[in-house]
């Protein structure tokens, strides 16, 4: 039927509704009304409980040694570790392996692992054994050049000039190097030189991720290689002996039975803050130990001799040296004295989830004297007891061990290197199509592209 025929009209409904009486307008306001001091009492509720609550936990939860946790942000960092690792085998590229082991091949990791040092060893090693690792580089978040030149510069196994001719000829053989610019290559460099060991590091590492203590270099350097925005701190290499849990090689000592209000154990290096310290030892011999270290010779103080005066006092003072961080900060958490900074450029590392005015001081070095000893001394034991069991708990982030602890050097540098994981990745040198292929400034394919290549 056409529409409009009186079949097609539109029906009338008929509702039967109750008449509106004036208690039914009563009880519609009081309904209102208690509605909203319901909504107003749940929000003030809710208000007042942790965000924890509403949201579920904020990050990655860590748990600590001898009791408490600690928590990773979710913001930046994500609810869970899911970033992949390459990592290029010493073979795979001309020049890798003289990094590793000297121009000669000689140089063992083994050698390396030792000292403060072993950084550069230990974490490659983790690595190759990481659940995080993939074989794929297409789709690696990060690219790790394993690399133990520190030691073997200081072996002998490479001088100042060929380490940085080494880095540039295997920098130009890595295709994913130049498709990024560097952003997604990891790189340890160990020691207070930071990543000064390679000369030419400003000219193709300043994109990349760097692993290292040193926060600064300007004693000698005009300018720092650490980059805080792009760049990790990682803590020193803890000899193994005092960081293994229940056996470590010295046990420490309650404070009452410390000899010394505060120690310092170092040489003096010419460094104006060590020489006021050795002064200031002279001075009040009862309160501040500083013995001369021998590191030869009949009287060389032996690695448990050296934990023995580290553990004798209350405080672990802590000074510049020939660059802004100290192995001696992270040592002194493994026989409970409390460290004392007296560094003002230092950087250090796990800031997001670390509060160090908790388990830690740090002082002004231009301040060395005898106002210091008097601080320290007006510190309550109690006081310093609390300080010592917050160092007892986080001090797990110091170790370098299997990152299936949740707790540990590594697990932490892996979380801080999701925290840098980009999606794209772009350089001056870089282009793309409207396929979506990537090519070079000659419109050449990346999979095409052949060592070496041209740097910047």
């Known amino acids: 039927m056409e529409m409009g025929s009186p079949k097609n009209k539109p029906r009338t409904m008929l509702h039967h509704q109750a008449p509106c009486t004036r208690a039914h307008q009563v009880g519609a306001l009081l309904l209102v009304a208690g509605t909203y001091f319901l909504t107003r009492l ?3 509720f809710l208000a007042s409980c942790p965000i924890a609550d509403q949201t579920g936990p904020p990050g ?13 942000p979710s913001s930046g960092y994500g609810a869970q570790l899911s970033l992949k690792v390459y990592v290029y085998e010493e073979d795979e590229i001309d020049g890798l392996r003289e990094l590793m082991r000297g121009r000669e091949g000689k140089i063992t990791a083994d050698a390396c692992v ?10 490659h090693r983790m690595l190759l054994k990481s659940r995080f690792r993939t074989w794929r580089k297409e789709e690696a978040d990060f690219f790790f050049v394993p690399s133990y030149v520190k030691c073997v510069r200081m072996m002998g196994g ?12 295997i920098l130009s053989q890595m295709p994913y190097f130049r498709l990024s610019g560097g952003r997604n290559h990891i790189f340890v460099f160990p020691s207070g030189a930071g990543a000064h060991l390679f000369r030419s590091w400003a000219t193709y590492l300043n994109r990349s991720v760097i692993l290292t203590p040193e926060g600064d270099r300007t004693d000698k350097r005009d300018a720092s290689a650490f980059n805080t925005w792009k760049d990790i701190i990682i803590p020193g290499n803890v000899d193994d002996a005092m960081t293994r849990d229940g056996f470590s090689l010295v046990q420490p000592l ?16 010419n460094k104006v803050g060590r020489l ?3 002064e200031l030892a002279k001075q009040f011999p009862d309160k501040l130990e500083s013995p001369e270290l021998k590191f030869s010779g009949p009287e060389k103080l032996g690695k448990k001799e050296y934990f023995e005066h580290l553990r004798n006092a209350k405080f672990c003072l802590a000074p510049r040296g020939e660059s802004s961080w100290t192995l001696r900060f992270y040592e002194s958490f493994f026989v409970e004295c409390v460290p004392v900074l007296l560094s003002d450029q230092v950087e250090l590392p796990f800031q997001n989830v670390i509060d160090y005015k908790q388990v830690s001081i740090k002082w002004p070095s231009t301040r060395i004297g005898p106002e210091l000893l008097g601080y ?7 006081v310093i007891e609390r300080m010592i069991d917050h160092g007892r708990r986080i001090r797990c982030l110091w170790v370098y061990t299997s990152e299936s602890r949740s707790c540990s050097a590594m697990s932490g540098i892996l979380w801080e290197l999701q925290r840098k994981t980009r999606y794209f990745h772009q350089s001056t040198e870089t282009f793309w199509l409207h396929n979506g292929s990537v090519v070079n400034r000659n419109l050449v394919e990346f999979s095409q592209w052949t060592p070496p290549m041209p740097l910047p």
């Not at 320290?376 to 109690?382: A, K, N, V």
Request: proline share 3%; no cysteine.
């Open 42 to 44: 749940l929000d003030g």
């Open 60 to 72: 990655h939860l860590v748990r600590l040694t001898d009791g408490g946790s600690l928590f990773w």
């Open 114 to 123: 030792k000292g403060q040092w072993g950084t550069q060893v230990k974490i």
């Open 158 to 169: 490479l001088n100042d000039k060929e380490i940085n001719q080494t880095y540039v000829k």
């Open 254 to 269: 309650p404070l009452s039975k410390r000899r010394y209000l505060a120690n310092f154990l170092g040489r003096a290096q």
């Open 276 to 278: 006021h310290l050795i």
């Open 376 to 382: 320290l001394e007006s510190i309550p034991d109690d």
